[in-house]
C-alpha cells in the first residue's frame, strides 16, 4: 500500500464529448446542458492485472485516490456441468459471493462489493461529511461491510421491507448509521428519503449510476472475465434493477477493445427483468429513449410480488446519454423477462449443476439465458459471460453467527423535510 499512486484519469462527457478534469467527487459534467453521464479515460490505455488478492488487481481502471484493505473478489471459471446441461461450449460464469473453491471471497455475497470497494477508494480519507447510499438491500450491506472496516462515514437508507438483507457475520462499527422508510414503501421511497438527507450541508451523495467509481468498480466482473477467457465474449448476461452493471460492461468492452489484446468484439447485452416488475422492459420493447408512465400504486404492489427485491430501480439511468438504452443500442442488445417461478427452477438447476446457492436476481439472468438457449437464439458454440451478481449465502452463513443492522429512524413515506434533516444530523452529532 505504501507505493501506491492514485489513478491517472481525465473525465469525458458523453452527450459532448467534452473532457475535463476530475474535481475531486464529478458526478456531471460542469457545462452540460442535457442529461449525462460521465465516463473516465484512464491514463493506461493496456490493463495491467497486478498480483493484489482483492479487486484492487485491476487499479489501473478503477478511480481511487487510495486504498483500502480488501482482500474480496471474484472468479470467472469456465462451467462444466451447467453448460452440459444447457448444451453450451464456451459457458463462462463470473461468480460474485462467496465459492472459495473457485476463488470468489464476496463475504457479503454480493457483486455489490465491487461498487463500494471502488466507490470508498475514491473519498478522501480526510473528508468530514457523510457519505449517503439509498438500496433496496445488498448495496448497503456491502457499503456497511467496506465502510466499518474503513471507518468511512455512512448513512444508509434502505426500504423496511428490505432490512432482511442487512445481515453481517460481525456487530458494525458504530460510523455507520441506517435509516427507513416504512412499511410499503420500495426503492424509490428509500432514495426520496435519502435526498431529503442531502439537503443538509453534512451529507453528500454517493451518486449511484453517475459515479464513475460506482460504474467502473462494476465493470472489474467483465475485466475478470476477458482476463480469464483471453477474449470478448460473445453475449453478457445478467439481470438489471438500474442497469447500471449493463452499462459499466459496455464501458468496460470499449477499454478492451482499445487495449488491443483481447480482439475488437462488442457483446451483446442481454439484460432482464423480474415479472412483473418490468419498466425498463415495456420502455425497450416500446422504443423508448424514455421511462413510459408507471402509477407509483402499481409500482409498489409489482415489487412487493417479485422475489428479486434488488431489480426494483424505478427511476433507472436508462434514457440518460450513455444509459443503458444506448448500451443497448450500441451493443444489439435485448431486454429479456423471467418469473419468479422460472428463476427458482434455474437456481435450482445451478444448484444442482455447479454446487453452489445463489441469490434470486441472477436466478433471473440464469432463467432467460435458458430461455433463450431453447428457443435457438443462442450458438451453442457461442462465448457466453454469466454474470452471477450474488451467490454462496446459504453456505457461507452455515455454522456463523448472523448480525443485523437495525434502522435508527422508521419515516413514513411522505416524511417533513426538516423532522429528517434533524434526525439524521443527530446521529452523527
Known sequence: MSNFTPTEYKLLCVATGEEFEDAGWTLDAPSCAKPSLVRALYAKKQLT????????????????????????????????????????????????????????????????????????????????????????????????????????????????????????????NDCVKLISCAKGGDYFDAIHLSNLALKSPKFYAEGGAKNIARRDGMATTVLSAVTTIGRIPDYYFQAVGSGTGAIAAWEANMRLVEDGRYGSNIMRLMV?????????????????????????????????????????????????????????????????????????????????????????????????????VQSGNIDPKATIMLNITGGGEQRYKQGREIFHLTPSHVFSLSPREEDVIEKVESLFA
Not at 272 to 300: C, E, G, I, T, V
Open 49 to 172: 492485472v497486478y498480483d493484489d488478492a482483492g479487486l484492487y488487481k485491476y487499479r489501473d481502471w478503477l478511480p481511487m485516490k487510495r486504498m483500502l484493505r480488501c482482500e474480496a473478489t471474484h472468479a470467472t471459471y469456465k462451467s462444466e456441468g451447467l453448460a452440459r446441461a444447457l448444451g453450451l461450449e464456451n459457458l463462462y460464469i463470473t461468480f460474485n459471493g462467496y465459492f472459495p473453491e473457485k476463488g470468489a471471497t464476496m463475504t457479503t455475497c454480493s457483486f455489490k462489493e465491487t461498487e463500494a470497494y471502488s466507490v470508498c477508494a475514491r473519498t478522501e480519507a480526510d473528508c468530514d461529511k457523510v457519505l449517503v447510499v439509498a438500496s433496496a438491500g445488498n448495496t448497503a450491506r456491502a457499503f456497511a461491510k467496506v465502510c466499518s472496516e474503513n471507518n468511512i462515514k455512512l448513512l444508509l437508507s434502505v426500504p423496511e421491507d428490505n432490512l432482511d438483507a442487512l445481515w453481517f457475520d460481525e456487530p458494525l
Open 272 to 372: 432482464s427483468q423480474n415479472a412483473p416488475f418490468l419498466p425498463m422492459y415495456d420502455a425497450w420493447r416500446a422504443d423508448s429513449r424514455d421511462m413510459l408512465p408507471y402509477d407509483d400504486d402499481k409500482a409498489r404492489r409489482d415489487v412487493e410480488i417479485i422475489d428479486a427485491k434488488v431489480l426494483s430501480n424505478r427511476k433507472p439511468p436508462y434514457g440518460i446519454a450513455g444509459g443503458l438504452y444506448d448500451a443497448l443500442k450500441a451493443t444489439n442488445g435485448d431486454v429479456l423477462v423471467a418469473t419468479n417461478l422460472q428463476a427458482q427452477k434455474a437456481a435450482q438447476l445451478f444448484a444442482e449443476t455447479e454446487g453452489v446457492d445463489i441469490h434470486p436476481a441472477p436466478a433471473i439472468a440464469l432463467a432467460t439465458l435458458i430461455k433463450e
